[in-house]
């Protein structure tokens, strides 16, 4: 190995250069090779395999429209129809065919982000987030620059192969054109979009999500090889991804007592019931909140947050269907007060 192909290495590492950085090892191991020093040779290109091993990464500090997300190890409940979604996916990236752009469509709380995350998991990828605040400038036509320049950050990584982008509520940047204020500056913006599509490399997956689908413009809806449609939630579908995430956050604060009937019986007396991440909020708070002393606390503050707050008159709540074992949870007044109460009523 002679002096320049040692200051070659250091200095592809430097610029972040891994092609470099790889040709020239591999220089190094045909060079011990040709003299006679192959097992040394065979050891360079065994870890010059390991993608893990002798490969300079991209450096977050370094990284102007892009920023590191965590991927997520909470259960994430979903409909069937909706998994199976998520699982083709899953499937579509790890074939690496060039499919690689995705859209998820939904209200708010459907659980986009939080799929985008677990996908990320389950592939044990990095995740990095389109940092808009970075990217939108309010000076005329520099927006439409930072897109350009944000899709040359992410054609620049290194290893592809490692990433998911997410681009979450795209719709900041992206919404229809034609219903645009500023059709001039829109327009310049999502041409950009367009055209950094276009020319991404094949090899990195990118998840958009939107709450603003009726908005979106259609040219770049024809950009995504699947939509996925985050409303498709049915009542009890809502139920029982509430009662999985509940079981989770009982497990996790170690709370003792359980309930599902009258925690599935309470959702059901809601009005408007709540999508996944509202649920999640609601639960987890209700949950740490909760007095460990008093048996299923935490089903007296789920009430007061989706049904208002508890009648003092117990009558209304056997109104509302309730058993007197069940309003003994509810109000903390014991059974034989609510019998006599009920009774008296």
Do not use: W
């Not at 204020?181 to 276009?198: H, V, Y």
């Amino acid at each position: 190995m002679k002096k320049k192909n040692i200051v070659n290495l250091i200095r592809y590492y430097v610029e972040k250069n891994d092609s470099g950085f790889r040709n020239e090892a591999c220089e190094v191991a045909k060079d011990f090779d040709a003299n006679g020093d192959s097992q040394l040779a065979e050891y360079i290109t065994a870890l010059m395999s390991n993608t893990n091993v002798f490969v300079p990464q991209a450096n977050d500090e370094h990284l102007t429209f892009l920023q590191k997300m965590e991927s997520s190890q909470d259960p994430l409940p979903l409909p069937s129809v909706i998994e199976k979604d998520i699982i083709g996916i899953i499937n579509a990236i790890q074939k690496n065919v060039g499919i690689n752009k995705f859209l998820f469509q939904g209200a708010p709380g459907t659980g986009k982000t939080e799929s985008v995350k677990q996908i990320a998991r389950i592939l044990e990828r990095e995740l990095f987030c389109v940092n808009f605040d970075t990217v939108i400038d309010s000076k005329l036509g520099q927006t439409s620059k930072n897109i350009a320049s944000l899709f040359g950050e992410l054609n620049r990584f290194p290893h592809p192969e490692r990433l998911i982008v997410l681009f979450d509520e795209i719709d900041a940047i992206a919404l229809d054109r034609t219903n645009a204020n500023d059709l001039r500056e829109m327009g310049r913006a999502t041409s950009a979009i367009l055209k950094g599509f276009d020319g991404l490399n094949e090899q990195i997956p990118v998840i958009a999500t939107t709450n603003l689908f009726k908005n979106f413009d259609k040219a770049l809806v024809r950009r995504f090889d699947s939509i996925v449609d985050f409303n498709r939630y049915s009542q009890e579908e809502l139920v029982d991804v509430a009662e999985s995430i509940l079981n989770s956050y009982l497990a996790k604060f170690k709370c003792a007592g359980r309930n599902s009937r009258l925690f599935r019986k309470i959702l059901s007396k809601s009005k408007k019931f709540p999508y996944p991440g509202e649920l999640k909020n609601l639960i987890k708070t209700s949950v740490a909140f909760s007095d460990s002393n008093v048996e299923c606390d935490y089903l007296k503050r789920i009430y007061e947050t989706l049904l208002g707050a508890i009648p003092g008159n117990l009558e209304k709540l056997k109104e509302q269907g309730f058993t007197v074992r069940e309003i003994e949870i509810i109000s903390g007044v014991s059974k034989s007060q609510v019998a006599r109460a009920l009774q008296e009523g």
